[in-house]
């Protein structure tokens, strides 16, 4: 399958309010520091039906530059990379 964008969910699988994009079975958690994407240029759209947010990213990537922080989940432990 040839994905064109980058899923990101706006909240955890666990609080309600994801309808999509994050799966109840995952173990590791990205978070994106939103700000230094967009100062770069790429660009973010929201899915007014499911607030799923896409991004084309670079090539169809979100560079590691970009991730704030990765945990562990559900026990929510640092991941070092």
Not at 48 to 75: A, C, H, R
Request: hydrophobic share 40%.
């Amino acid at each position: 399958m040839n994905k064109l964008h980058v899923h990101f969910s706006c909240g955890f699988s666990t609080d309600g309010e994801v309808i999509s994009s994050m799966r109840r079975d995952v173990n590791v958690l990205i978070f994106l520091n939103i700000k230094k994407p967009l100062e770069d240029g790429i660009a973010f759209y929201i899915n007014s039906d499911n607030k799923v947010i896409l991004t084309e990213g670079i090539d169809s990537v979100v560079p590691v530059d970009y991730f704030q922080k990765i945990e562990s989940w559900p026990n929510m432990l640092p991941v070092h990379f």
